[in-house]
């Protein structure tokens, strides 16, 4: 049976008079990767805000389950206990501390040093540049490294559910592509995935499910690969 790991039903969320998210349903199951595209300002970060709690004062109604609980009113550092990682946009590393200390406290919730080593070892293995740069401090790292600092720290706490908020962001073509080889890789281990993407056609080649977002609300829903292939999201997202 199909195991729902996270269920958003009737998401709305208000900055004062702006309504961001006008009533959003999504799902996400085990093992899934799914994608939510859209244009600028579509209400795509809003709603990974959501998820997680850190939204600033807004009025926010509708539901959020996570492995059929709600998550609302959960304390963000209580989502790692839980299991739910987010990468945000801008990626949000720990700037005054180096690689090596972020890497170890996005495993602060574990218990098994030996593990922990070995996973660090994992990660500098997947990104090279990590390893050479393991004593530098976080906030003097390139956008493209910040990325992948940003990435392996949250993998670091072994999440049920990642979620990624625009990883292509500011990044070159050949980092791109690193970066969604590692969102693959990562997705064929079995850790269930919502990915928020400028880049539709990226996001859709490596998904297995999308949803398109426009102006705070859902237009367009299904599977990945027929998504690639229907002529309004291909005019719309796609530039073809
Ligand atoms: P982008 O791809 O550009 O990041 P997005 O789809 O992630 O866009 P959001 O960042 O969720 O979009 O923004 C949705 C709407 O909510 C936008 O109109 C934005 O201006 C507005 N908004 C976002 N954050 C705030 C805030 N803190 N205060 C007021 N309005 C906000």
């Known amino acids: 049976m199909t195991e729902t790991i996270l269920k958003i039903s009737g998401l709305k969320v208000a900055y004062g008079g702006i309504k961001a998210v006008k009533g959003l349903d999504l799902e996400v199951n085990k093992g899934e990767l799914v994608t939510l595209i859209g244009a600028n ?5 809003t709603t990974l805000k959501a998820i997680t709690g850190t939204l600033p004062p807004c009025k926010v109604e509708g539901e959020i ?4 609980q709600p998550l609302r009113g959960t304390q963000s550092f209580r989502m790692v206990q839980k299991k739910l990682a987010m990468v ?17 406290m996005g495993a602060y919730t574990r218990n098994d040093p030996a593990g922990i080593a070995a996973d660090i070892d ?12 393991s004593g530098q401090l976080a906030g003097t790292l390139s956008g493209g490294e910040q990325q992948m600092l940003a990435m392996a720290r949250a993998l670091m706490c072994h999440p049920t559910l ?8 500011g990044l070159s073509p050949i980092m791109v592509e690193k970066i969604f080889e590692v969102i693959r890789d990562v997705s064929a281990q079995g850790i269930t995935v919502l990915l928020v993407e400028q ?3 990226l996001a859709l080649q490596a ?7 426009e102006s705070g ?16 999201v291909q005019a719309a997202y796609l530039g073809e």
């Open 41 to 45: 300002g579509a209400g795509k970060t």
């Open 65 to 68: 389950s996570y492995l059929g």
């Open 88 to 104: 945000p946009e801008g990626r949000g590393v720990f700037t005054r501390m180096t690689i090596h200390e972020n890497l170890l």
């Open 122 to 133: 994992k990660w500098y293995a997947v990104f090279p540049r990590l390893k050479e740069r």
């Open 162 to 169: 990642l979620l990624l908020d625009e990883p292509s962001m």
């Open 199 to 201: 880049n539709a056609k």
């Open 207 to 213: 998904a297995h499910r999308g949803y398109v977002m």
């Open 217 to 232: 609300a859902l237009t367009m829903t299904g599977n990945a690969a027929d998504m690639l292939n229907d002529s309004r």
